[in-house]
């Protein structure tokens, strides 16, 4: 760990809560009032870290994603590439990664001008693609994912300096309260969950089937869900939940017959970018974390 590292974790044995050091909205007064977010929803999102945008993408868009994005699952489904990351214990799709650079329609959507707009308006500076994904939680047997901040997995694995990145997930089909939609956890951007352990080697190998490391401990989890709830956003097709990238979320599992699928896409300021990762060890792939960041024009 270096000395200067604004945001230690997986350091020791205990976990510690520690405060914040970055602000969660980055823009000027001006993009703030010129972007495509209400005055409340981005009040929402300061305040809770997170807020929905109701109708992001338009039915026949959705409906191209959608498609396409069931396409993928099957054409890929015994693709050995590691961008395709599958269920913990089967082979069924879970996740595939770097779809903003290799498919033309989701490169679209990442780059349209309403989504570079609400990047503006919550960044306000240029900025690039950290990471971008589609997730899968299949019917019947989708796979839960734990509590977790992203950043604190960015910063340690990644090397990201500070929380000046933000996630934007887009329902491709219906988040319903049954089929594990998203769960944050509303105020805990406010802190930062300093957790217990060691980042083991090739971590990333495992994690994005199943998390092993940076998991929050339980008693800190209860005492953030006591004082402030947890919320499940739900939403049709074209919906969408932006997140700050310290907000604790997770997922629960789907044994419902209505699988879920979200376009996944983190955002990081150009003057974030990633430095070596503060566990010591090789950064992750450059599919999972850019390295060479592209300005979003």
């Known amino acids: 760990m270096s000395a200067s590292d604004p945001y230690p974790s997986r350091i020791g044995a205990d976990p510690q809560v520690l405060p914040r050091k970055d602000p969660v909205v980055h823009a000027g007064e001006r993009k703030r009032l010129d972007g495509p977010l209400s005055?409340?929803?981005?009040g929402d999102y300061e305040r809770r870290g997170f807020c929905v945008?109701?109708?992001?993408?338009?039915p026949d868009e959705v409906d191209s994603l959608a498609f396409e994005a069931r396409q993928l699952a099957r054409v890929r489904r015994d693709d050995a590439s590691p961008k395709v990351i599958r269920e913990p214990g089967d082979?069924?799709?879970?996740?595939i990664f770097e779809?903003?650079?290799d498919e033309e329609l989701f490169r679209a959507v990442v780059r349209s001008p309403r989504v570079i707009a609400l990047v503006d308006q919550l960044l306000g500076a240029p900025a690039y693609v950290h990471q971008s994904r589609i997730n899968f939680k299949p019917a019947f047997r989708g796979r839960p994912f734990f509590w977790h901040s992203d950043f604190e997995t960015w910063h340690v694995e990644d090397g990201m300096p500070r929380m000046r990145a933000f996630s934007l997930s887009i329902n491709l089909t219906e988040n319903r309260p049954d089929n594990g939609p998203l769960m944050l956890i509303p105020e805990s951007h406010r802190y930062?969950?300093?957790?217990?352990?060691?980042?083991?080697?090739a971590h990333y190998e495992r994690?994005?089937?199943?998390?092993?490391?940076?998991?929050p401990a339980?008693?800190?989890?209860?005492?953030?869900?006591?004082d402030h709830g947890l919320e499940t956003p739900t939403g049709g097709p074209g919906s969408?939940?932006?997140f700050d990238c310290n907000t604790m979320h997770g997922s629960n599992g789907n044994i419902t017959p209505f699988p879920r699928i979200n376009l996944f896409v983190v955002f990081n300021r150009l003057d974030n970018a990633l430095s070596p990762p503060y566990s010591g060890q090789p950064p992750r792939p450059t599919h999972i974390a850019s390295r060479s960041p592209t300005p979003l024009s």
């Open 192 to 201: 930062y969950i300093s957790c217990a352990g060691r980042t083991p080697e």
């Open 218 to 226: 339980d008693s800190l989890l209860e005492a953030m869900v006591l």
């Open 207 to 215: 994690s994005l089937r199943r998390q092993e490391a940076g998991l």
């Open 91 to 95: 082979d069924e799709v879970r996740s």
């Open 53 to 58: 945008f109701d109708a992001l993408l338009g």
């Open 240 to 242: 969408a939940v932006l």
């Open 39 to 42: 005055s409340d929803a981005l």
């Open 99 to 101: 779809v903003h650079e």
